[in-house]
């Protein structure tokens, strides 16, 4: 690990994503304050901070869900393959289909399992024939680590599942677009502690061929899954670092008020 | 013991506690009593609609012998229609007549009335009936039919109760004698009170003839105007929410569009009819009294109501199901047309189908229009039938609550039933659409 870490900072690779100068107006509030973030392919990022810390903010900026707010204003550069995602040319509906995400709270749509997958495909046009879109329906149910549960099912609705089944499914929608870059904001928060190591666990094999970049409330979650850790506060990116080094061995006092729980 | 002194006991209520319960128990009677209030009061006006109203459907018809001789219908003696046309309705009002006369003898009924006084039994429609029958099939000169024929609107009072010997006595227009004679005539099997789809089915008639007058033109005239709203207000009304709920920036012009919205369905209806008559009538130069104008006006009318449910419902779809559509690469319209709006469409068809409901009910617009006009003839069935004049059924109650005949009175109310069955359905249709599209998330 601590080669690794040395490798970053000295050789660091082209980025996934990199946002430098970032700033995020709601209205006259100042969310976002001059962050700046790399963020590596193939690596589990992790985003903690307090409440209302910007975090979320700073995540939906990254696929341009932001621009459904009216009042939200994004200045600053956020690059993905060195690629300017805030360029008049970017259409934000391609650049989500790249950078898929991950809601707090399970929203699957009201239609069936396979309806559910089968969607992002469809609208991309990823799919030529039947046969292939049930391919690619697997294909994602298995890595959203949920076809065993739901193969003889299908067609059931899947608002019909539980918490974490519902989660784990959203993942696979997520994935179904093939996407390079996996947005996850607080996936675990609503729900149960079994549920929630399965989805951990799925996060982790998704490493393999996403970079994943997850908010989380729960440092343990921060320290079980990630390989990065960014602390936000009030709107700043206090300190971003190797996860083992951010928890025991943080260079600001803030991160370690907080990870000591004394602010939050 | 100190929780003891300090709260007293839990098996006494204390007199705070007491004072709460009383007020709570006062509001539920006040509530009770509200409820059963509106209940009764709902009671009594179907009562009074039905008592009054179900008359109309039930008709008395006569059925007497007539005899069509050749010399007064078809001299030519070719039985060609258009010849035969030439008689008008008053030729056939003495066959009428001498049929009437030998039926009465043949039966044994004796009267010291005379034959003019007897016609009076009969429905001054029967005449243009028995010419219409005749002239669809010219055969039937030189027979002699049986046939069945609307009896006048005072016999018919008669075996409906609402008309009395007493009453009789001081009408010009008939007289004790002659219910005897009906009542003679309902003894022997000749006249009898049956279901009369001709109510539902015929056009308006005349202030002497009410037993004739029916809703036929005033349904179709109502059809049409439906047809009209549900083809215009629908995709306008769903449009028009769509981009506002979806779309429209948020700043003051849409508020101002809002705000407006909300106003116009607050406008009273007569405004709207003065509005159609000034631009689709005097403007735009669309004819009178034709249910497309009346669609028109009951369009604008419909359109707010239509407008604020929808929103309501695209509103009620919860935020996540848009993020989640736009989080897999949807576009926004995308969104809104594989997500938002199958969720939304029970709530969509509900407002549509009570906006509809309003617009049926509606009379004072059409008013203005000219759909209050006396129509006998009925609109064309098809694109035609658009610009023909015809009348609404809430027009057609309007219209028989102005006339003299008491006879009209009953099928006012009739026309009340039918009215309130029609928007009866159109609300069940809203409860079974909802229930069947309505999804869970």
């Known amino acids: 690990m601590k080669d690794q870490a040395e490798m970053d900072n000295s050789m660091p690779t082209p980025s996934k994503i990199s946002a430098s100068g970032v700033q995020v107006y709601y209205g006259d509030n100042h969310a976002i304050k001059d962050v700046n973030v790399e963020i590596a392919d193939k690596t589990v990022t992790a985003f903690i901070g307090p409440s209302g810390c910007g975090k979320s903010t700073f995540l939906r900026c990254i696929n341009r869900m932001n621009d459904t707010i009216d009042v939200c204003r994004v200045e600053g550069d956020i690059r993905i393959d060195g690629e300017d995602i805030y360029d008049p040319k970017v259409d934000p509906v391609q650049l989500r289909a790249k950078v898929g995400m991950v809601f707090q709270k399970p929203n699957p749509f009201p239609k069936s399992i396979y309806d559910n997958v089968a969607y992002g495909p469809k609208i991309h046009g990823l799919a030529r024939d039947k046969a292939e879109l049930d391919e690619i329906v697997e294909t994602a149910l298995r890595r959203g680590a949920i076809w065993d549960e739901v193969k003889d099912r299908l067609d059931a609705p899947g608002t019909g599942l539980s918490g974490g089944q519902q989660q784990r499914l959203c993942i696979a929608r997520a994935v179904a677009t093939e996407p390079e870059v996996l947005l996850m904001d607080e996936p675990c928060s609503a729900l149960d502690p079994i549920a929630t190591a399965q989805v951990e666990e799925l996060i982790d094999d998704l490493r393999q061929r996403f970079s994943v970049v997850i908010v989380t409330h729960s440092m343990q979650q921060a320290a079980r899954v990630s390989q990065r850790t960014a602390f936000f506060h009030l709107g700043n990116l206090v300190e971003m670092d190797d996860t083992d080094k951010i928890f025991t061995n943080p260079r600001d006092p803030r991160t370690e008020s907080y990870i000591s729980g004394r602010i939050g | ?441």
């Open chain 2, 1 to 441: 013991m100190s929780y003891q002194s300090r709260h007293g006991s839990l098996l006494t209520e204390d007199a705070r506690t007491r004072k709460r319960n009383r007020a709570e128990s006062r509001f539920k009677a006040y509530g009770l009593t509200a409820v059963i209030a509106s209940v009764l009061a709902l009671f009594m006006l179907l009562a009074s609609i039905l008592s009054n109203g179900l008359g109309a459907f039930q008709q008395t018809f006569v059925t007497i012998n007539i005899a069509l001789p050749e010399d007064k219908l078809d001299k030519s003696g070719v039985r060609d229609p258009e010849v035969m046309a030439k008689v008008s309705t008053f030729g056939y009002t003495p066959l009428i007549r001498d049929g009437l006369v030998q039926t009465l003898a043949n039966a044994g009924i004796e009267t010291d009335q005379s034959a003019k006084a007897l016609l009076g039994l009969i429905s001054k429609e029967a005449p243009a009936a028995l010419r219409y029958r005749v002239l669809a099939n010219p055969d039937l000169v030189g027979q002699t039919v049986s046939m069945e024929l609307l009896a006048n609107g005072r016999i018919d009072g008669f075996f409906k109760g609402r008309v009395t010997m007493e009453s009789a006595a001081l009408d010009k227009n008939t007289s004790p004698e002659i219910l005897q004679v009906a009542q003679q005539l309902a003894d022997d099997g000749l006249m009898t009170t049956r279901f009369n789809w001709g109510f539902l089915t015929k056009p308006d008639a005349s202030d002497q003839r009410p037993e004739s007058a029916g809703l036929g033109v005033a349904i179709l005239g109502s059809l049409y105007m439906m047809i009209v709203v549900l083809a215009l207000a629908l995709p306008l009304g769903v449009a028009a929410s769509i981009y506002l709920e979806e779309f429209a920036p948020n700043n003051w012009i849409t508020d101002l569009i809002e705000v407006n919205i909300s106003n116009l369905a607050a406008v009273p209806s007569i405004v709207y009819g003065i509005l159609g008559l000034a631009i689709f009538i005097n403007f735009a130069g669309l004819p009178q009294s034709a249910p497309l104008v009346g669609g028109l006006v009951l369009t604008l009318m419909t359109l707010p109501t239509i407008i604020i449910s929808t929103r309501a419902a695209l509103k009620s779809v919860p935020p996540s199901i848009r993020d989640a559509a736009l989080g897999v690469g949807a576009s926004k319209m995308q969104s809104v047309f594989h997500h938002v709006l199958p969720l939304a469409a029970p709530g969509i068809l509900t407002g549509t189908i009570i906006g509809l409901a309003q617009a049926l009910g509606e009379t004072a617009p059409l008013l203005l229009i000219g759909m209050v006009a006396f129509v006998k003839e009925y609109p064309e069935i098809g694109i035609e039938g658009f610009t023909d004049p015809a009348t609404a059924l809430p027009v057609q109650i309007f219209n028989w609550t102005q006339r003299a005949d008491p006879a009209f009175v009953e099928r006012a109310f009739g026309a009340i039933i039918t009215l309130l069955v029609f928007l009866l359905f159109m609300n069940l249709l809203a409860i079974f659409l909802r229930r069947k599209f309505e999804r869970r998330w």
